[in-house]
Structure formats: C-alpha cells, structure tokens
C-alpha cells in the first residue's frame, strides 16, 4: 500500500492583498510518501484530483485604528474572505492576530466582585467577564479583556454567511487560551508564541482527516 502524503498549496492572490494567503490541506497516495507543494489551483478538487479536506487562510486583521484600539481587517480583506470558499471549495479555517468582537459573546457578563471576573477592553470595559461555560469547552482561562476593535466591521457575519468557514483563531491576547463556539462558528483564543514559557495549558486544534465529515476537535496540551 502506498504511504499517503500530505500535498498543500500556498496561496497569494494577484489582487495585490498584502498580509493574506490561503493554503490547501490534501490527502494523496504517493509511492515516495514526500510532501509536495502546488499553487492553490492546482490544488483544488476537479479533473480526477485528490480532495481537499480543509483551507488554512491567514488573514490580516489590521493594526491600530484612528480613533483609538484596535482596527480592522480592511475592505479588501473583506472581500478576500467572501471568494475564498469559492477558490478552494472546501471549508476553512481562519488564523489572524486580532479577536472579533464577537469573542465577547461566548463571556458571561458577572458583577466586578465574582470570582475570576476580568474586566472588558475599551468599549466594553464598564462590564466584566467570565467564560461562559454553555458556550466554552472546559479548561480554557479567560485572564484578561478581549482586545477586539470597538466597531463590528462584519467579518464574523462573512465568515459564518459564506457557510465556508468552521471558526477563526486568533492569537493577540497573551492571558487568555479558550475555545467556543457561536452561531456554529468555532472561537478559538491561543496564546502567542512568546508567552510559551509559561505552563499554563493551551489548545491545539487538529482536524481529523480521516473522517470524510472532517470533524474538527481539541486537545490539551502544553506548552514546548
């Protein structure tokens, strides 16, 4: 039997879309078993092509906003993020630097004296938090306010109406490490690479390939 070798395509779009580039995850049988890299079109199903199981997308989520916090992807990040499921024609899992605003809405909302309560960022800092366990899996930590943009720029909204994404990662936030779920999005705060010293637990999410569902799932693990 051959072994199976993974084969992906990185993508960069002529649109001139700094920051932003998708990839595509495929199984193949391979006598040599070596890891080959094609460019996205090359990559996608058709013509008697092995199938694609999962898009990785990297999405630049901007930087700094005038009017103080955080800011947005930009519009034409937006737009990438809408044509993306029709390139690669999988579903996709997105990775960026910043939090949605909508991370706020898998907290639950606790008086400024309750145990573990963390207060909100900016925008939402009259209020504090604590993970809400019916929207979180167990073992994450919420150590400190979501940094997200004030203003809701519609990309959760993008990301769940394409019906071409099963959640987004980000990794700004260095106290928090949580995974949830909303509107059948999954949510995922990880802590960035240079908080790794600590031992606090962390989520890896993995997709399970050998699953025609791709059923995606957590585990614990620690930090290297």
Excluded at 34 to 55: D, E, I, K, W, Y
Excluded at 78 to 99: C, I, N, T
Excluded at 174 to 183: A, E, Q, T, W, Y
């Amino acid at each position: 039997m051959h072994q199976p070798a993974v084969q992906y395509g990185r993508f960069r779009r002529e649109s001139r879309l700094p920051g932003a580039f998708g990839a595509v995850i495929r199984f193949a049988g391979s006598a040599s078993g070596r890891m080959r890299a094609r460019h996205v079109r090359n990559a996608c199903p058709g013509s008697g092509s092995p199938t694609c199981v999962l898009g990785l997308v990297v999405l630049n989520s901007g930087d700094y906003a005038r009017e103080g916090g955080y800011g947005r992807p930009s519009d034409a990040a937006l737009r990438f993020v809408h044509d993306v499921p029709r390139w690669f024609g999988v579903r996709s899992l997105v990775f960026q630097h910043m939090p949605l605003p909508q991370f706020y809405d898998v907290l639950k909302v606790m008086p400024a004296n309750a145990d573990n309560a963390i207060q909100g960022y900016r925008k939402y800092d009259a209020q504090y938090y604590v993970l809400d366990d019916d929207r979180t899996l167990p073992g994450g930590y919420l150590g400190e306010g979501v940094s997200c943009p004030d203003e809701d720029c519609g990309e959760f909204a993008a990301l769940r109406d394409t019906d071409g994404y099963i959640g987004v990662v980000v990794g700004h936030d260095h106290r928090n490490g949580f995974v949830g779920s909303l509107n059948g999005m999954m949510l995922v705060a990880t802590r960035p690479a240079d908080s790794a010293r600590t031992d606090r637990p962390r989520r890896i999410v993995r997709q399970d390939c050998s699953s025609s569902t791709s059923a995606t799932r957590t585990a614990r693990g620690r930090s290297c």
